[in-house]
């Protein structure tokens, strides 16, 4: 079992930045693809930013490169998610993932039915 806390969500206005964090405990030695997902309100929930944390391979949408970087602490267990120039299209539940190792490089972190574990999730809401 892993078990994901996110944590860094908040209110923000347009051009403002965040930083979210995930501490992972369990065995997280599985779970190689971590990965941010969001859900803005009737909306499907997708892949935004997703890393390898065996080589530290990183993988981006479209719609968040250049903006958002996704980082790992291995001595604390904890992904990160730093945003910036936040757009109120940003404005969604942000989630923490953990996959298989597989899911990275295959390009099958976009999506929601490739993850094995989940957080509770944090929001985010930018105001234009």
């Known amino acids: 079992q892993v078990q994901l806390v996110e944590s860094g969500g908040g209110s923000v206005q347009a051009g403002g930045s965040l930083r979210l964090s995930c501490a992972a405990t369990g065995y997280t030695n599985s779970m190689i693809c971590m990965a941010w997902f969001r859900q803005a309100p009737g909306k499907e929930r997708y892949g935004v930013a997703a890393i390898d944390t065996r080589g530290g391979s990183t993988y981006y949408a479209d719609s968040v490169k250049g903006r958002f970087t996704i980082s790992q602490d291995n001595a604390k267990n904890t992904l990160y998610l730093q945003m910036i120039s936040l757009k109120p299209e940003d404005t969604a539940m942000y989630y923490c993932?953990?996959?298989?190792?597989?899911?990275?490089?295959?390009?099958?972190?976009?999506?929601?039915?490739?993850?094995?574990?989940w957080g509770q999730g944090t929001q985010v809401t930018v105001s234009s």
């Open positions: 993932a953990a996959s298989e190792p597989w899911v990275c490089s295959s390009g099958y972190w976009l999506s929601q039915t490739s993850v094995t574990y």
